[in-house]
């Protein structure tokens, strides 16, 4: 659609008085499709050319009378709007050929080559079991990945563990007063995220148990090797858990740097505060003053001499900077974190640094599952390994049901559950609170990746019957594709490319997973009005041809949601 909209700005720069990239960005879709493809609002002309937007659009009407573009046909007034009509013999040829061609490079760009994208995303806590709360961040993360990766940036992916603080003192003082190591090796997240319930259980009858903890936690930031060595066996069990799960979302990370990475760092962060001007004393704790900005004092180091967690988002911070050169560097890290990040960015601002505003806090609402349909093994916290194996199961009698002759249910269980769970989060605003639903997520009728799965998959199963057809494009195949749902299907699937920029600028998947649901819509509208099979051959051929588009830009969308597309289900 953009090369659509670059000719009519080029059209209309002459008349109007407005820079062709200006009237690109006024042009809107009209409400209804009889009233055009695209539409020109003439309200801003009104106060320099002294007429009503209405004049405006009819003059303009007439000037272009007779006219037509590389893809549009003509151009008629509206009211206040001058409206533009594709020329869909044109518009086909180009929007088919470019997909056919670029296949599975179709909505990929080059506009990110030669700067790097920094995300911070997933960050579960070491020792604890990989909880639902943390699948936001997770899947929201990966998807901006992808399609930051698909703008040809280089994308950096950072799981900032939560492996350092005085929860690992409690844990140590837990482990050597209760541990068992075969319980410990049968199941390491889970034994060890229930001897931190027992010591919290425990330390509310003997009051000397925190202090022991903070002592221990004091020999692992002075490097005791026994606290060390407790600390690091922790952590790598942690990650191996973890890393199952990964395996099964299909996300890898280039760097696996917690908070535990940046200690060193600390030293120099204070120092640079201080030399700035920007900290002081206060009641023994240094604070920088942020209230003439409208925020809460943000303190850097207690009176102890312990730092805190924005002094190593500080040091992390600059070290991703000097260490990447990062374009963008973004913080996929939940709403009720606000005001943190913007303490953190105005700090960043106030030491210098101009990349700050390249900082970006990417905020998410919380997730729940409806009443009575998730249940918990600990009563505070929802296992993300059960989530997704429930999907998984969910997934396998569905397909059980619909399709017992499936030669491989195993592999399409894992896609259509795992696409549930992922686009069931994916498919909402993320900023606004989600209610996972398994009958609605697992829908092959509703606003599902189950739903676009199977639009991928019927395709397929066309392809398939019509083995042997000619599927290269020629440009001739365009004039047989003139039907209102044939039209209608091209013009969505030509928003691809626009829908992958849009999705990384506003930082929202959901951009681009609403789009796929309305490829799938226009798609079984094509489907039911417009055979396919059985067509004369002229007409077939076409229509095999739209439907191998559309077939690359579903298979093309769902991957830049890390969302598998089955060829059958």
């Known amino acids: 659609m953009q090369e659509y909209k670059d000719e009519i700005g080029r059209l209309l720069e002459p008349h109007v008085k407005l820079t062709a990239a200006r009237i690109t960005e006024l042009l809107e879709v009209p409400p209804e499709p009889q009233l055009g493809d695209l539409a020109f609002p003439c309200f801003s002309l009104a106060p320099v050319l002294k007429k009503s937007p209405a004049a405006i659009a009819e003059e303009l009407s007439r000037k272009l009378s007779g006219q037509r573009g590389a893809f549009w046909e003509k151009a008629v007034s509206r009211g206040p709007y001058l409206n533009f009509f594709l020329d869909p013999v044109a518009f086909g040829r180009n929007t088919l050929a470019r997909i056919l061609k670029e296949k599975a490079d179709y909505g990929r760009t080059n506009i990110g080559k030669g700067r790097a994208v920094v995300i911070d995303y997933s960050s579960p806590n070491i020792a604890k079991p990989f909880g639902i709360g943390h699948i936001r961040s997770t899947v929201i993360g990966h998807a901006l990945y992808l399609i930051y990766q698909a703008l040809g940036y280089r994308c950096i992916g950072v799981n900032h563990l939560g492996d350092w603080g005085t929860q690992f003192g409690k844990l140590i003082v837990a482990y050597r007063r209760w541990g068992n190591e075969a319980e410990l090796l049968a199941d390491p997240v889970n034994y060890l995220y229930r001897l931190y319930v027992k010591f919290h259980r425990e330390a509310e009858e003997d009051q000397e148990l925190e202090g022991e903890a903070r002592l221990w936690f004091k020999k692992l930031e002075q490097g005791n090797p026994e606290a060390c060595q407790y600390w690091s066996r922790f952590r790598q069990m942690s990650l191996d858990n973890y890393n199952q799960i990964y395996d099964l979302l299909g996300i890898k990370f280039e760097y696996y740097h917690g908070e535990s990475h940046y200690n060193d760092l600390l030293d120099g962060v204070i120092r640079l505060v201080q030399e700035k001007g920007i900290a002081r004393e206060s009641e023994g704790a240094l604070i920088v003053d942020l209230e003439p900005y409208g925020l809460p004092p943000a303190m850097l180091r207690k009176k102890d001499g312990a730092t805190l967690y924005i002094t190593r988002d500080i040091a992390a911070a600059i070290y991703r900077y000097e260490t990447f050169n990062f374009a963008r560097s973004l913080y996929v890290v939940g709403a009720e974190q606000k005001l943190h990040f913007q303490q953190l960015f105005k700090i960043l601002e106030l030491l210098g640094f101009p990349w700050a505003k390249d900082c970006v806090h990417i905020p998410f609402g919380l997730i729940r599952f409806k009443e009575g349909r998730m249940s918990t093994r600990e009563g505070n916290i929802i296992f993300l390994e059960e989530v997704l194996q429930r999907a998984i199961a969910m997934a396998r009698e569905i397909i059980e049901e619909k399709n017992p002759g499936l030669a491989d249910k195993e592999s399409a269980a894992i896609a259509v559950g795992l696409g549930a769970v992922r686009f069931g989060d994916l498919s909402n605003d993320r900023i606004k609170d989600v209610e996972f639903d398994w009958d609605k997520a697992l829908d092959f009728s509703g606003e599902t990746a189950a739903y676009i799965q199977y639009a991928h998959a019927r395709i397929c199963s066309i392809l398939r019957k019509a083995e042997g057809a000619e599927l290269t494009w020629s440009d001739d195949a365009a004039a047989h594709l003139l039907q209102e749902e044939e039209r209608a ?66 298979a093309n969308g769902l991957g830049l949601l890390g969302i598998a597309a089955p060829e059958e289900m």
Request: aromatic share 8%; glycine share 4%.
């Open 489 to 554: 299907l091209v013009k969505i699937l030509a928003l691809l490319p626009e829908k992958v920029i849009a999705s990384a600028e506003a930082y929202r998947p959901s951009i681009l997973a609403r789009y796929l649901i309305d490829v799938a819509r226009g798609f079984n509208r094509f489907y039911h009005r417009c055979p396919v099979l059985g067509s004369d051959a002229a007409l077939q051929r076409a229509r095999l041809l739209l439907i191998d588009a559309t077939r690359q830009v579903l």
